[in-house]
């Protein structure tokens, strides 16, 4: 596969017709439609389906869709990487996180770290850990901030001293509303949104104890913002990290920590035994400096 007929292969995938896609590519139509059959017969499957006016992907085509993409973005950074070798502080630093307060202290650092670089810029990427973890390995992520539980047997990190809390992110008509703390029993007669991550899972699993079989689990989440959406209609109740939804007198939710408290730590990582690009290596230099002291 060539990195071009990729890039043809996406513009289709985008403008879902081929007669635009060739208009945006410069390309005659027919010379487009003879690449994508070509990409095809060399794959040996149907990556589309070709109606009247619009085109659709197949199983294959959208695995192939997620591959291109990945394939391109990591040839982009290469190429932009190879680049900075010449010119020391240029460049961009690929950052992936979680939804966790402890990215302020992440974000003080960029500041001061901008202040002595401005000409180095910033790709923000937000996932769950298991996401995150992925896009590092594959070289698409320089550094990534991370809530345990994790495994960071593969990388070198440098962990957070403030803990984030776990709670309940609830309407404030709710009964549970009324109580200062939720503990286990006072959740069987809630529907209940939990992270996706299998971790997680068993970090509230334990949590909840002999209770979790009673537990009413109607939807699980990677990222809270959309599940509070679902908690501010009404559809149940939350678990989730402190300080994550906003909760004010202009909202119509609030959060409560859980009782016995329970609490995730948070580590700021990297592959081991990466050769990074100058901007990057001088990041992870002063940002272990900067907790150093």
Known sequence: MELRVLNYFLT??????????????????PTLSRQLMQLEEE??????????????????????KRRAEE????????????????TLMNGE???????????????DFIKTFSTEYPQVTYKLYSADADDIKDRVNKGLLDICLLTEPVDVDKYDFIRIP?????????????????????APEDLLAYPILIPGRALVQNELDNWFGDAYGAVHIIGRYNLIY??????????????????????????????RTLAPALET????????????????????????NAFRA
């Open 162 to 182: 403030q803990k984030e809390r776990w709670g309940v992110i609830m309407r404030k008509d709710s009964p549970l509303a009324q109580e200062r703390s939720v």
């Open 71 to 86: 394939i391109l973005d990591l040839t982009s950074r290469t190429e932009l990487e190879l680049k900075e070798q010449k």
């Open 265 to 288: 730590g948070v580590v700021i990582a990297w592959k081991k035994n990466q050769i990074f690009p100058p901007a990057v290596a001088k990041f992870i230099e002063l940002l272990k």
């Open 93 to 107: 630093i690929a950052i992936g996180g979680g939804e966790t307060q402890s990215m302020r202290v992440l974000a």
């Open 226 to 255: 959309n599940a509070a959406i679902l908690v501010e209609a009404g559809v149940g109740v939350a678990l989730c990290l402190e300080k994550l939804v906003p909760v004010s007198e202009e909202t119509e939710l609030c959060f």
């Open 12 to 29: 289709v995938v985008y403008e879902e017709n081929i007669t635009s896609a060739a208009e945006k590519l410069h390309i005659t139509q």
């Open 43 to 64: 794959l040996g499957v149907s990556l589309f389906r070709r109606g009247k006016k619009k085109i659709t992907m197949t199983s294959e085509g959208l695995l192939l």
